[in-house]
């Protein structure tokens, strides 16, 4: 069982350039989301969606694009990079929405410097 | 506005010893949770404890308890018996009122346990 998987890893973009990064999630989890966490911060939620074809903005949605065609793949779209995109990425899978008791369950992150 | 508030940018402790991290937020939803989760420094997120604002009792995992005060609207989650491996970032987190898809972090703390 592998979780919550993400790529890459890590990732240096330069300003103007689009990249997507990947998430896999193998627990059958209807909930997906993405968070950015910026140095010393705690997590901003970007996207999350509800299940296959159903995504919806969080709280900082703007530069970003998602999409959810199978219930196990969540990749988020970074247009236009900007320097104001440098930060950790997580993408998190749950069976139930944040707020009831569930579990988040996180990937490793993807690291990303825009320069 | 819902925010939580977590006062301790950083703390040291002597391995073994018991360690509280505060958690105060304020929020006017009437119906909520608390949320601890961990995040070493091989950076992944790591789920430790949930309550209820309704649960009677205050939530135990392990080690791990929740000082559940809602009169003065503080969730410290303690540390028994504190172990190296506690060395890590420790954020507190809520859903927001408005969109329980969201939760609303803390800006963590950062706990060293000293050998």
Same mark, same amino acid.
């Given at each position: 069982?592998?979780?919550?998987?993400?790529?890459?890893?890590?990732?240096?973009?330069?300003?103007?350039?689009?990249?997507?990064?990947?998430?896999?999630?193998?627990?059958?989890? $209807?909930?997906?989301?993405?968070?950015?966490? !910026?140095?010393?911060?705690? #997590?901003? *939620?970007?996207?999350? /969606?509800?299940?296959?074809?159903?995504?919806?903005?969080?709280?900082?949605?703007?530069?970003? $694009?998602?999409?959810?065609?199978?219930?196990? !793949?969540?990749?988020?779209? #970074?247009? *236009?990079?900007?320097? /104001?995109?440098?930060?950790?990425?997580?993408?998190?899978?749950?069976?139930?929405?944040?707020?009831?008791?569930?579990?988040?369950?996180?990937?490793?992150?993807?690291?990303?410097?825009? *320069? | 506005?819902?925010?939580?508030?977590?006062?301790?940018?950083?703390?040291?402790?002597?391995?073994?010893?018991?360690?509280?991290?505060?958690?105060?937020?304020?929020?006017?939803?009437?119906?909520?949770?608390?949320?601890?989760?961990?995040?070493?420094?091989?950076?992944?997120?790591?789920?430790?404890?949930?309550?209820?604002?309704?649960?009677?009792?205050?939530?135990?995992?392990?080690?791990?308890?929740?000082?559940?005060?809602?009169?003065?609207?503080?969730?410290?989650?303690?540390?028994?018996?504190?172990?190296?491996?506690?060395?890590?970032?420790?954020?507190?987190?809520?859903?927001?009122?408005?969109?329980?898809?969201?939760?609303?972090?803390?800006?963590?703390?950062?706990?060293?346990?000293?050998?």
């Amino acid at each position: 069982n592998a979780g919550v998987t993400q790529t890459p890893k890590f990732r240096i973009l330069k300003i103007g350039q689009s990249m997507t990064l990947q998430c896999t999630q193998d627990m059958n989890h $209807n909930y997906m989301y993405w968070y950015r966490q !910026d140095p010393g911060m705690g #997590l901003k *939620l970007i996207y999350y /969606s509800v299940g296959a074809g159903i995504t919806d903005k969080g709280e900082v949605p703007n530069g970003y $694009n998602v999409s959810r065609s199978t219930t196990e !793949d969540f990749p988020l779209r #970074l247009e *236009l990079a900007a320097p /104001s995109q440098t930060s950790v990425y997580f993408c998190a899978s749950s069976w139930k929405l944040a707020g009831a008791y569930n579990e988040q369950f996180f990937g490793p992150g993807t690291r990303l410097t825009v *320069l | 506005a819902q925010k939580i508030t977590q006062t301790q940018p950083g703390m040291f402790v002597q391995e073994k010893e018991a360690v509280t991290l505060d958690c105060t937020y304020d929020t006017s939803d009437p119906s909520y949770g608390l949320f601890w989760y961990k995040q070493p420094s091989s950076g992944e997120m790591i789920f430790l404890i949930y309550q209820g604002s309704y649960d009677q009792q205050n939530a135990t995992e392990g080690r791990y308890s929740l000082n559940f005060q809602k009169a003065r609207k503080s969730a410290n989650l303690v540390i028994s018996a504190s172990q190296l491996g506690d060395s890590a970032m420790y954020f507190c987190a809520m859903p927001h009122k408005d969109s329980n898809y969201q939760l609303i972090w803390g800006a963590g703390t950062k706990l060293i346990i000293k050998p």
